[in-house]
């Protein structure tokens, strides 16, 4: 079995330290049902899915952005639910941005606008798990996750698209309102199906991926004659195994062996080698640069990648707040359905846009805090679709005259989820034993949106 102790740090709840194994989980690779992603794979196969190699980069835009001032405007509402911007024509005739938004205006031929995205909770914790997980089961007084995220799925079910490769990887780190991994781990899953955290700034000079290099005194040749040891080790053992359990085992630590001794990762996260215009097309920004490292990582073979960008939570001074974050996120999400495009990519890339909730459709007056903004919203809100055989140029739904609610076409997480599946080869209904011994669907009742594929 490999192990490569490189340093502690703080323990998770499944008292696994992330970064004592590479923070990949490599050394758990013989303790937490190794020839479940194998089973997995081919119970999704077996229910009818063909084999892509497609991946998903989320944009999770953490804190709730209001879908009041980014892509369901309202000009024709009164003045204190309207807002402060107005929207702005796109290439694609009758659909309409903030005009803060003139980048992805251009290319909105190539993505799409669910607009009537709901789940009813203007709890942060209910909200996030609702939207990563695709269930109920978290709130601000329970703040635990209950079930394990989709990208922690699409990991098991599919493992990497490339050997050598991660299957999940959050950039810069997987945090969902403050916690980490949040509800973007695998909960009972397995900490193995967590994501693999690069931390950092992408925009950094000096930027680096500290996780995949060796510890002090450890090599290559080291790490070989360790495997080989281990397999020394392990032959008596191998054969009395009669259910296939070391064969499990040789790919899981075949495929460890590759992400940490192999150049494919470290080629990926580095980020430096990258061309600069096409750096500058991203943004000079964390966000930018993150996004642009999570297109190198899907391009890598990298299954599922999230992006964090913070700071939503606008229940006051949301002029200010948008002015300073809305043109960066236009230049990141913008840059990334450009060069995915440019590159061949967009047709196999699936891009997610969305946050845990919306905000009030009606502004409040700053809560003696400052100038006016909008407080928490679950009953209206939006999410971005476009790639990964997902047409662009389409609107899913609308909200009433307000904002306040559906008006057509009401959308839940589980559809979005049941989507995203769809696009990565997953059948929603392949099913994970929970500790409570019964098993439990990847999709809880969700359907496709067929109107975007």
Not at 220 to 241: G, M, N, P, Q, W
Not at 276 to 287: F, I
Not at 305 to 310: K, P
Not at 403 to 413: Q, S, Y
Request: hydrophobic content about 40%.
């Amino acid at each position: 079995m490999l192990r490569i102790d490189a340093g502690e740090a703080g323990r998770y709840c499944d008292g696994i330290s992330r970064r004592s194994f590479v923070k990949i989980g490599v050394a758990g690779m013989a303790s937490v049902g190794l020839p479940a992603i194998l089973r997995a794979k081919e119970a999704s196969a077996a229910l009818g899915r063909p084999e892509k190699d497609t991946s998903v980069i989320l944009i999770w835009l953490d804190g709730g952005p209001s879908h009041m001032d980014l892509y369901d405007l309202k000009p024709e509402a009164p003045a204190e639910y309207r807002g402060i911007w107005r929207p702005i024509k796109t290439n694609v005739p009758g659909i309409e941005l903030s005009e803060l938004f003139p980048l992805q205006a251009r290319v909105a031929d190539k993505l799409s606008i669910v607009r009537s995205l709901h789940h009813g909770s203007g709890d942060h914790f209910t909200g996030a798990h609702y939207m990563l997980t695709g269930r109920d089961g978290a709130s601000g007084a329970n703040t635990d996750g209950k079930y394990p995220s989709l990208g922690s799925i699409a990991a098991r079910v599919c493992g990497p698209r490339r050997p050598g490769m991660p299957a999940y990887v959050a950039v810069p780190y997987a945090m969902s309102v403050g916690i980490r991994p949040g509800y973007f781990g695998a909960n009972y899953l397995g900490a193995k199906h967590n994501p693999f955290e690069t931390e950092g700034d992408p925009n950094g000079a000096t930027f680096q991926v500290q996780n995949l290099g060796f510890p002090g005194g450890m090599s290559v040749s080291r790490l070989d004659d360790r495997r080989r040891l281990a397999a020394a080790f392990d032959h008596l053992r191998r054969d009395a195994d009669g259910a296939g359990t070391f064969e499990a085992i040789d790919r899981f630590d075949r495929e460890a062996y590759e992400l940490v001794s192999g150049p494919a990762a470290r080629k990926a996260f580095d980020i430096s080698s990258e061309d600069p215009r096409v750096r500058d097309l991203y943004g000079r920004h964390t966000w930018g640069q993150g996004t642009l490292l999570a297109r190198r990582l899907v391009e890598a073979g990298v299954t599922f990648v999230t992006v964090h960008f913070g700071g939503w939570d606008h229940h006051w001074n949301l002029k200010q707040g948008m002015e300073s974050i809305l043109p960066i996120v236009d230049r990141a999400v913008a840059g990334l359905f450009t060069d995915l495009e440019a590159r061949g990519l967009l047709e196999k890339t699936l891009v997610v846009v969305c946050g845990e909730f919306s905000r009030t459709p009606r502004m409040n007056d700053g809560s003696g805090q400052g100038t006016p903004g909008r407080d928490h919203w679950g009953n209206a809100m939006f999410c971005v679709l476009g790639g990964g055989g997902v047409k662009g140029g389409r609107i899913v739904g609308s909200t009433n005259r307000l904002g306040e609610a559906p008006k057509d076409r009401p959308v839940k997480p589980a559809d979005i989820h049941a989507t995203i599946y769809h696009v990565l080869g997953v059948d929603p209904s392949v099913s994970f034993l929970h500790p409570s011994g019964r098993p439990v669907a990847a999709v809880d009742g969700g359907k496709v949106i067929e109107e975007l594929l």
